[in-house]
């Protein structure tokens, strides 16, 4: 835990009891503040009650006396329009701030050299974050993982001179987060999503800018420069004075870091430098990967990590369960657990990483279906049709790639496997990539990921991919 010193003596009330918001509790409390904790969920009251905190309803106490109003993540700042709580504050003079913000002021205050990475990105920003963990972990550094992937940032090991904090973060915690000031900061790319709770493109970019536009005087912005809204904030980050490396995976930089095949390279100067070859590795298959791969190297190496080591580090990467996961082998077909594809977006970057495809895909459906996927259907040999989707699916299909309706995972998974394997094909891909949602059959895509693997892994023959 990392006791939050800096509201000492104060009184902060604490909104959304969720995860990072009852880390939050625990952290002020252990740091010396009084805190007030408050939930529009009962339940969630009343786990805050019995951890020992005091519980209100903010809208029967009066503000004066409260430091702060600590805001979780999924509660709305800015749109479709600000939440009660959020209105009270501002009307109070009370400053609104999320738990990273927290963070941010503690290592201010006991270890600001100590090295920050924050990571962000609309698609990438948890498999990178993973990857520069991994990759600092390896080279022996004691890092600390946490953010939006996995463990609140207040349940980590406080900053320190020599621990590596790695920090995913979105958007809505970007915004809770005035005083961000990475070591290095990566934005990874920017394209439409969260509108609901940004109102604008415009804004939702100016967001994402705003966590390199932080990066301390000394440290290093890396940013993804193949979307124009990435593009354009590189451009005004190295403006206002601070240090970027420019990413790409679509065209050489004549400054940067490119992707030429599987090999990463730097130019400089008119020099060209190799800094490592994925090709082969399967935790970094596909261009959207190459990406991921390129920017958490730049990072690594503007942290002082060898490239050398940087190459070796990168081959153990094992990658994360649920995203283009290798879970198993039978002879000529590998089986690839992709369960986070749920909508056509992310199935795309799964479907454009193979050739040979026998595709399980469905679940709940979302809007738009699989129609945005069709100049990727000559790659897939069949699909295996599952959940409320199917029907839905099977008429956009149909015509154009042989599919059959199974209804359920237990019925696709052996019979892809079936099909993959009398294929014959050297590099035949069973891939479970749904471009839906779970919540048809299973509770959420984790599940859904784990069930495949143990279908998968009772197959006879397959030997699983650790």
Known sequence: MIPVTSFSGKTVAVFGLGGSGLASCHALKAGGAEVIASDDNADNLAKAAQAGFITADLRNVSWVNFAALVLAPGVPLTHPKPHWSVLAARQAGVEVIGDIELFCRERARHAPDAPFVAITGTNGKSTTTALVAHLMREAGHDVQMGGNIGTAILS????????????????????????????????????????????????????????IAGVQPHGTAVVGVDDIWSRAAADRIEQAGKRVVRVSVKRPLADGISVDRNRIVRVSGGAQTEIADIGGIGSLRGRHNAQNAACASAAVLALGVGRDILQQDL???????????????????????????????????????????????GGK????????????????????????????????????????IGGTLEAAVPAAARDAEASGLADAVVLLSPACASFDQFRNFEIRGDRFRELVRALPGVTPVV
């Open 315 to 361: 081959r153990s990467f094992p990658g994360l369960a649920h995203r283009m996961e290798q879970v198993g082998r039978k002879a000529n077909v590998l089986f690839v657990n992709d369960s986070k594809g749920t909508n056509a977006d992310a199935t795309e970057k799964a479907l454009s990483s193979f050739t040979e495809i026998f595709w399980i895909a």
């Open 156 to 211: 980590l090991e406080p900053p320190r001179n020599g621990r590596v904090h790695v920090i995913e973060m979105s958007s809505y915690q970007i915004d809770l987060t005035p005083s961000l000031d990475p070591t290095v900061g990566i934005l990874l790319n920017v394209s439409p999503d969260h509108l609901d709770r940004h109102g604008t493109i415009e804004h939702y970019a100016a967001v994402k800018e705003r966590l």
């Open 365 to 404: 459906p979302k809007s738009g279906g699989i129609a945005p996927l069709a100049e990727l259907f000559p790659r897939i040999r069949k699909a295996y049709l599952i959940g409320e989707a199917a029907e839905e699916f099977a008429g956009t299909l149909e015509g154009r790639v042989a599919y059959e």
